[in-house]
C-alpha cells in the first residue's frame, strides 16, 4: 500500500496536509458549484444563510463554553465575565470591536491571573 | 481611517448611500486596507497559536506554512495537526477535517449570490473561494452587498489577501514564539478569537431572520455538542437555522427592511 511506504515517511506530514486542504477545499468548491443554482431573493438561500449564521454562532458559544486547548484550564465563570465584559465595553464605546475585544481578553488574562495569586 | 474599528456609516450602511468606487481595482484596494487592523490582528494572533501547535507537535515551520497556505481555515488545520500527532490515517484525518470545516459550505453558498456579477469568469470564484473563513465572510455578507456586483469580489479578494498574508506571518512568528510565551499570554491570545466573532455578529446582526439564527445558534450549540461532539455543529446549524427561518416567516413582517442591506 501506498500509504503504508509513505507513512512515517519525510513527506507524511505533508501528504496529511494535502489531504486536509483537500477535504477544506470540496466544501467552498462545492458551495460555489451549488450558489449559481440558487437565486439570491429566494427562500432556499435564506435559510442556508440562516444555517451558516446559526453554526457560527454555535460554533462561538461552545468555544467559550466548552473550549478545548489552553483555555479548557480556565473557570468557565471566567471567561463568560470576560466575554460579557467583551460586550459591555464594545457597546460604551460605540461599538468598537477593537476595544471590546481587548477589554474582554485582558480581563480574562487579569482574572486568570489574579485567581493563581489568591 | 477604518484601522480601529468600523466606523458607524459602514454599519448603518443601505443601498442609499453605498459606496462607491472608481474601479474594480479600487474596490480590491478598499478590501486590501479594510481588513488591515483589528480583523488582521486578531485571525493573525489565533495564528501564533497554530504556529506554536506545529512546533509543539515537532514538525518544521515549512509544514505549518504549508497547511496555512492550502488549508486556511483554523479549526481544520488544528485538527490535521492533532490527528497527525496521534498517528491518524489519511482517511481519518480526511473525515475529521471535512467535519470540522463543513460549516464552509452553507457559508459559501450565502456568500456568492453577493459576490457574483455578469462577465466574470466562473475560475475566479473558485480561486478566491479559497477565502471563504469565518472574518473574511462576515465582512463579505456586510459590505458586498452594498456594492456595484463589479466591485464585490474585488473588494472580497482583497479582503482575504491581506487576512490570509497576515496568517502566513504569524503562523511563523508562532513557531518561532513556541515556549516562549508565558501562559497567561497564550490564553489572551486564544481567547482573542471567539470574543471577536461574538463581536462582530453583534455588530453586523441586522436581517431579523439571521438575528435569531445567531441567537438560537448560539444557545444550542453548547448543549448539542455535549450530545455528540462530532455531529452537534452540523446539527446545531440545521436545526437553529430552521427554526429561525421558520420563526421569521411565521412572524409578522414589519422590520423587513434592509433585506439586501
Not at chain 1, 509513505?6 to 460555489?32: E, H, I, S
Not at chain 1, 458549484?33 to 432556499?44: E, H, K, T, V, Y
Not at chain 1, 446559526?54 to 465563570?77: D, K, V
Not at chain 1, 467583551?86 to 475585544?101: K, P, Q, S, W, Y
Amino acid at each position: 500500500m501506498l500509504e503504508q511506504e509513505l507513512a512515517g515517511g519525510p513527506w507524511w506530514p505533508y501528504v496529511l496536509m494535502t489531504v486536509g486542504a483537500l477535504a477544506t477545499y470540496f466544501w467552498r468548491a462545492l458551495g460555489v458549484a451549488l450558489s449559481g443554482r440558487i437565486d439570491a431573493g429566494s427562500r432556499l438561500f435564506e435559510w442556508v444563510a440562516c444555517v451558516a449564521y446559526a453554526m457560527l454562532a454555535g460554533l462561538i458559544s461552545r468555544m467559550i463554553l466548552l473550549p478545548n486547548g489552553p483555555l479548557a484550564e480556565t473557570a468557565t465563570a471566567d471567561r463568560v465575565a470576560g466575554a460579557a465584559i467583551a460586550l459591555a465595553i464594545f457597546f460604551l464605546t460605540r461599538r468598537n470591536v477593537g476595544l471590546g475585544v481587548a477589554a474582554g481578553a485582558g480581563a480574562l488574562v487579569l482574572i486568570t491571573l489574579g485567581r493563581t495569586l489568591f | 481611517m477604518t484601522i480601529v474599528n468600523d466606523p458607524p456609516e459602514k454599519s448603518a450602511m443601505t443601498p442609499e448611500n453605498r459606496q462607491a468606487f472608481a474601479s474594480p481595482r479600487a474596490a480590491a484596494l478598499a478590501g486590501l486596507r479594510d481588513a488591515f487592523g483589528v480583523p488582521m490582528l486578531v485571525l493573525g494572533a489565533s495564528y501564533v497559536g497554530f504556529g506554536s501547535l506545529v512546533h509543539g507537535a515537532g514538525l518544521d515551520v515549512w509544514l505549518g506554512l504549508f497547511s496555512t497556505f492550502t488549508g486556511w481555515a483554523l479549526p481544520g488545520q488544528i485538527v490535521a495537526i492533532e490527528l497527525y500527532s496521534l498517528g491518524g490515517s489519511l482517511v481519518l484525518v480526511a473525515a475529521a477535517v471535512a467535519m470540522t470545516n463543513a460549516r464552509l459550505l452553507p457559508m459559501t453558498v450565502s456568500l456568492m449570490p453577493y459576490l457574483r456579477a455578469r462577465g466574470t469568469p466562473a475560475w475566479r470564484y473558485y480561486l478566491f473561494s479559497h477565502y471563504v473563513a469565518v472574518t473574511a465572510w462576515a465582512a463579505g455578507m456586510r459590505i458586498c452587498p452594498t456594492l456595484q456586483p463589479e466591485h464585490r469580489l474585488p473588494y472580497f479578494a482583497g479582503f482575504g489577501t491581506t487576512l490570509w498574508s497576515m496568517c502566513l506571518v504569524t503562523t511563523a512568528l508562532g513557531f518561532y514564539l513556541a515556549g516562549l510565551l508565558p501562559g497567561f499570554v497564550t490564553l489572551g491570545l486564544v481567547f482573542l478569537n471567539p470574543i471577536y466573532f461574538m463581536l462582530v455578529f453583534v455588530a453586523d446582526a441586522r436581517h431579523r431572520g439571521r438575528i435569531l439564527a445567531l441567537m438560537v445558534g448560539a444557545l444550542l450549540g453548547p448543549p448539542l455538542h455535549l450530545v455528540s461532539p462530532d455531529w452537534g455543529l452540523l446539527i446545531t446549524g440545521v436545526l437553529a437555522g430552521s427554526i429561525a427561518f421558520a420563526a421569521d416567516l411565521a412572524l409578522p413582517r414589519k422590520t423587513r427592511e434592509g433585506r439586501d442591506a
